[in-house]
């Protein structure tokens, strides 16, 4: 991997601007983003231009790079992985450094950047299996759902919907990503392009595996309210069923650890987590692969978890056969994971969620709602409507942001 030293007086928006736009011109895969309660942000470019599709899911055989997984993998929706063939990151709230030799000032400065990449994501093709999703047909399915778990067919599953926004006339892709960091701090923030997997920007509240060292690291998001007050945390309630949505998943999760036989983890909460404006349940589990004399619990974990109860249900055979009749669009990589491997030690990688896929001048955006036998309908399609805007309402022009 190669690391180019960045900074001296120059904005961050114009270097993202610049390392964005140089991508796009040179139809090469990249990958930015911010991990949760840092104010580092990070960026890979890929110098190779061809869709790179991984033969392994085994973490410590990939190279330096950046994972993006489809929420199922089919011949239109392949694993892409972004190498870290050129490195460079910026502190938030300082100036970018410019000097290396991959930058110069004149390209950094450039002020057509944010026109060229607004164009760039115009001309992205877009899918025939994008059509948007009418409330009619989503409560009908939420109805049939708890139906179905009603006569035990399956005891969660996690229908989504898909929500297109017009772009506006001067939307601003680097400039929508640093409110997002600023907006979530606590969000894994990102935005990468490929070939096989398009455009996509994104804020997610849930990682799905972190392994580091000896650590091995994952969570059981769900339930969600809006956060309301000055004091949302204390002014939480929460009902049966999001309490029992949020226990399915932690269970599904410590049901991945019994197969491979550990018994020995940590498991903290469940409690309230504020992510996006929005209130969830989170339990948190911890391993120590050392003491438990199992280095490749990441790779091995990330096969299992994936794709969770929080993004399926359960049991997951079923919950996908039920999804898979109901749901009206590809979700393509909505509900997959993606995220930053091996690097510096560290791999990281989040659940695709409050996302949206760019192309053709819209924003394609995905939100889900997990239903057990106590969902009322109505109530589940108002809680995707909230989750659609978390990053929905950054997608419009810049005097209204």
């Known amino acids: 991997m190669e690391t180019i030293n960045v900074a001296r007086d120059t904005s961050q928006k114009l270097f993202l601007e610049s390392f964005i736009a140089r991508a796009f011109r040179d139809k090469l895969p990249f990958a930015i983003w911010k991990k949760p309660k840092l104010g580092l942000v990070e960026m890979i470019l890929d110098k190779d231009p061809q869709t790179h599709t991984p033969d392994t899911l085994d973490l410590d ?45 004149e390209e950094i400065a450039d002020q057509a950047n944010e026109a060229f990449i607004r164009s760039e994501i115009a001309a992205l093709p877009a899918r025939k299996d994008s059509n948007s999703s009418k409330k009619a047909q989503f409560i009908a399915t939420v109805s049939k759902a708890v139906a179905c778990i009603e006569q035990g067919a399956f005891y969660k599953v996690v229908p989504a919907r898909l929500k297109k926004k017009k772009l506006p006339p001067d939307f601003d892709l680097a400039g929508v990503f640093l409110a997002l960091c600023e907006a979530y701090p606590n969000a894994f923030v990102n935005c990468y392009f490929s070939e096989g997997s398009g455009c996509w920007i994104g804020a997610s509240p849930e990682t799905l595996i972190r392994t580091k060292g000896d650590s091995f690291y994952t969570m059981a998001l769900a339930g969600t309210q809006k956060a309301r007050g000055d004091n949302p945390l204390k002014n939480a309630a929460w009902t049966q069923k999001e309490i029992e949505e949020q226990a399915l998943v932690s269970r599904y999760i410590v049901n991945c650890f019994k197969k491979i036989r550990l018994r020995e983890y940590q498991e903290l909460g469940p409690k309230t987590t504020v992510a996006g404006g929005l209130l969830h349940l989170k339990s948190e589990f911890l391993v120590d692969m050392r003491a438990t004399n199992f280095p490749q619990l990441g790779s091995v974990m990330l096969k299992l978890l994936h794709p969770t109860s929080a993004v399926c249900g359960m049991p997951k055979e079923n919950a996908l056969d039920f999804l898979d009749s109901e749901e009206t669009f590809d979700r393509t990589y909505f509900s997959g994971f993606v995220g930053p491997v091996n690097l510096d030690g560290e791999t990281d990688l989040f659940v695709n969620l409050r996302c949206a896929r760019l192309e053709n001048n819209e924003a394609l955006l995905f939100a889900g709602a997990g239903i057990t036998e106590d969902s009322v309908p109505e109530k589940e399609w108002e809680e995707t409507e909230l989750k659609c805007t978390i990053l929905g309402k950054f997608i419009q022009t810049k005097k209204s942001r």
């Open 61 to 105: 055989e990939l190279p330096e790079g950046f994972l993006i997984h489809p929420f199922q993998r089919s011949e239109t929706n392949q694993p892409v992985y972004i190498k870290a063939t050129l490195y460079e990151r910026l502190i938030l709230g300082e100036n970018v450094p410019i000097a290396g030799r991959e930058w110069d000032r």
